[in-house]
């Protein structure tokens, strides 16, 4: 995680940058998620997660990220798509993204999903 880009907390009403973490496939549960990837988001909330049980301990993102146990927020991108992501996955500017950009989204046939 480079510090340069995260934040250690994120307000409801706040705007992030957005980038996808996990299975980057067009057959993965969060494909639309990962379709969203690289764009602005708004902080809704922040949700239950072992991150925020372990607010008294692990002060900032780095810590809870490299314990295992980073916040989570719920995000609303500009179409108005709203879903879960983890703290390191939000950033202060797109210059900190690592990974390339998201494909645009696929049409899955059922023979793909088996």
Request: proline share 7%.
């Amino acid at each position: 995680m480079n510090d340069e880009y995260y934040q250690d907390d994120w307000l409801k009403g706040q705007e992030a940058w957005f980038e996808y973490h996990c299975n980057e496939s067009h057959t993965s549960a969060d494909a639309e998620l990962w379709y969203h990837s690289h764009q602005r988001v708004t902080i809704v909330q922040e949700q239950p997660s072992d991150g925020r049980d372990a607010l008294h301990e692990l002060k900032t993102g780095k810590e809870r990220c490299e314990a295992g146990c980073p916040r989570c927020y719920q995000i609303r991108f500009a179409d108005g798509f709203v879903a879960d992501a983890m703290e390191d996955e939000l950033l202060t500017s797109p210059a900190g993204f690592t990974r390339p950009n998201p494909p645009k989204p696929k049409e899955i046939t059922p023979i793909e999903l088996a």
